[in-house]
T-cell receptor, first 113, second 118 residues
């Protein structure tokens, strides 16, 4: 039973560029959430996708956008990268209507230079 | 105001001893859930234990137990018989709102770095 997978593992981008991160949820899960974890901090919620729509959004600018595909996989896009966007980006999945925990992927380490 | 507070940036524990990691939370919801996750240096967040606000008994999962004191708004994680592999960052997190409602986000604390000494 495959868990949550993310790609790529690491990424280096230049300020002002755009980046796309990808996530495949755990088998049987239909909801994907994205979190940003800056160095030395806890993860912060970016947004959540369900039925191919953004269902909930945290306090992040419009430069952060996403998409969910019919197979429940998801993408996170960040435009006009800033140095402060350097972080570990975590994807988590769960099945809507179930009891509790979100399962996390290994993350994508984004470095903006 | 912080919703999740973890006051211990770092903790040391001797192998085979028990350790308690502190977590206090702030919410006005009656229905909420509390989670603990472990994050090794590899980066992946590993779910450890969950406590619902209406659960009367403290949650336990193997060597992990959650000391839930609702009136004090605390949800401390107790790890018994520490192992070297327990060395990692530990995060307390909260889900506000009704379980099963589907749409929820987790709010995390800043974490506690646990180091297990041989």
């Amino acid at each position: 039973d495959a868990g949550v997978t993310q790609s790529p593992t690491h990424l280096i981008k230049t300020r002002g560029q755009q980046v796309t991160l990808r996530c495949s949820p755990k088998s049987g899960h239909d909801t994907v959430s994205w979190y940003q974890q800056a160095l030395g901090q806890g993860p912060q919620f970016i947004f959540q996708y369900y039925e191919e729509e953004e269902r909930q959004r945290g306090n992040f600018p419009d430069r952060f956008s996403g998409h969910q595909f019919p197979n429940y996989s998801s993408e996170l896009n960040v435009n006009a990268l800033l140095l402060g966007d350097s972080a570990l980006y975590l994807c988590a999945s769960h099945k809507t209507g179930t009891r509790y925990e979100q399962y996390f992927g290994p993350g994508t380490r984004l470095t903006v230079t | 105001a912080q919703k999740i507070t973890q006051t211990q940036p770092g903790m040391f524990v001797q192998e085979k001893e028990a350790v308690t990691l502190d977590c206090t939370y702030d919410t006005s919801d009656q229905s909420y859930g509390l989670f603990w996750y472990k994050q090794p240096s590899s980066g992946e967040m590993i779910f450890l234990i969950y406590q619902g606000s209406y659960d009367e008994q403290n949650a336990t999962e193997g060597r992990y137990s959650l000391n839930f004191q609702k009136a004090r708004k605390s949800a401390n994680l107790v790890i018994s018989a520490s192992q070297l592999g327990d060395s990692a960052m530990y995060f307390c997190a909260m889900r506000e709102g009704r379980s099963g409602a589907g749409s929820y986000q987790l709010t995390f604390g800043k974490g506690t770095k646990l180091s297990v000494i041989p």
